[in-house]
Nanobody, 122 residues
Framework: QVQLVESGGGVVQAGGSLRLSCAAS????????MGWFRQAPGKEREFVAG????????FYADSVKGRFIISRDNAKNMVDLQMNSLKREDTAVYYC???????????????WGQGTQVTVSS
């Protein structure tokens, strides 16, 4: 089991940027893919972005494509989400997740973090 801890959430103005980080820890690291999900009030959790084990492939939800960038540092077992041109509809709790499959299908079968709040105002 992998423990995930998100950080970097906060309040930003529309059009601004924010960078989220996810730190993974555990005695075994056997996942192939890491990613980010989010859940807004009154809505179901949705996929945001994913990245393969070696960072060779990334994939994004259409709603964030061109604005968000996911990256990872396997030596540190960390994955980041750079969020640019933020919109009010990006307001949500953002969750880091892992999945042992190369191309995960929902629901993801790995670990989940506790989430970090992102609020976009104005």
């Amino acid at each position: 089991q992998v423990q995930l801890v998100e950080s970097g959430g906060g309040v930003v103005q529309a059009g601004g940027s924010l960078r989220l980080s996810c730190a993974a820890s555990g005695r075994r690291f056997d996942t192939y893919t890491m990613g980010w999900f989010r859940q807004a009030p009154g809505k179901e959790r949705e996929f945001v972005a994913g990245i393969s084990w070696f960072g060779r492939n990334t994939f994004y939800a259409d709603s964030v494509k061109g604005r968000f960038i996911i990256s990872r540092d396997n030596a540190k077992n960390m994955v980041d989400l750079q969020m640019n041109s933020l919109k009010r509809e990006d307001t949500a709790v953002y969750y880091c997740a892992t999945d042992p499959r190369e191309a995960p299908a929902e629901p993801w079968a790995g670990s989940w973090g506790q989430g970090t709040q992102v609020t976009v105002s104005s």
